[in-house]
């Protein structure tokens, strides 16, 4: 059970949007948007935690992506960012970090490069785990029929995503 501090601190968050979501593992993932240059080793004193919004940009934000992984290392983080053009919403993906190997924390910065100043957007980011077998391989292999049940082994990637960061100009 969360001390009354830390209850404090998470109705904060939730009254602040600061919130993320996952797939299911405890994988932690937070996203600041800065209209100065940002970098992970380093804490901006002017930046917007994800949930927030922006109204005035002269340039595209400078985005950092922290992600800490659960029990699985993480292979990339994605940013997906979604603008309003002509009366729609488009959405697109943009791959910002990537590990063949996988890793146990992650970060990174992106900038948007197709960003218009007139445009409304959001940008939030999606962490995704290295694959693992799905619980139904882990069941069949320890009954040893995994040949009675051959779609059970099968491999999943979970995931975390963070809450948008929005600029409306």
Same mark, same amino acid.
């Given at each position: 059970?969360?001390?009354?501090?830390?209850?404090?601190?998470?109705?904060?968050?939730?009254?602040?949007?600061?919130?993320?979501?996952?797939?299911?593992?405890? =994988?932690?993932?937070?996203?600041?948007?800065?209209?100065?240059?940002?970098?992970?080793?380093?804490?901006?004193?002017?930046?917007?935690?994800?949930?927030?919004? =922006?109204?005035?940009?002269?340039?595209?934000?400078?985005?950092?992506?922290?992600?800490?992984?659960?029990?699985?290392?993480?292979?990339? =983080?994605?940013?997906?960012?979604?603008?309003?053009?002509?009366?729609?919403?488009?959405?697109?993906? =943009?791959?910002?970090?990537?590990?063949?190997?996988?890793?146990?924390?992650?970060?990174?910065?992106?900038?948007?490069?197709?960003?218009?100043?007139?445009?409304?957007?959001?940008?939030?980011?999606?962490?995704?785990?290295?694959?693992?077998?799905?619980?139904?391989?882990?069941?069949?292999?320890?009954?040893?029929?995994?040949?009675?049940?051959?779609?059970?082994?099968?491999?999943?990637?979970?995931?975390?995503?963070?809450?948008?960061?929005?600029?409306?100009?």
């Amino acid at each position: 059970k969360p001390s009354s501090s830390e209850s404090d601190v998470y109705k904060r968050q939730l009254k602040s949007r600061e919130v993320f979501a996952t797939s299911g593992p405890r =994988i932690q993932v937070k996203l600041e948007a800065s209209a100065s240059s940002m970098s992970c080793d380093a804490e901006s004193s002017d930046s917007v935690a994800m949930g927030g919004e =922006i109204t005035t940009l002269a340039q595209a934000p400078s985005l950092k992506i922290q992600a800490l992984y659960d029990s699985t290392p993480l292979q990339s =983080i994605e940013v997906i960012k979604g603008e309003f053009r002509d009366g729609h919403i488009k959405e697109h993906t =943009i791959d910002v970090w990537h590990s063949l190997s996988g890793s146990l924390n992650a970060c990174d910065t992106w900038q948007d490069p197709e960003f218009d100043p007139k445009a409304p957007a959001f940008w939030y980011a999606r962490i995704i785990e290295s694959p693992t077998l799905r619980w139904s391989a882990h069941h069949c292999r320890r009954e040893n029929r995994c040949y009675d049940f051959p779609d059970a082994e099968t491999t999943i990637q979970e995931r975390a995503w963070s809450s948008p960061i929005w600029y409306l100009p």
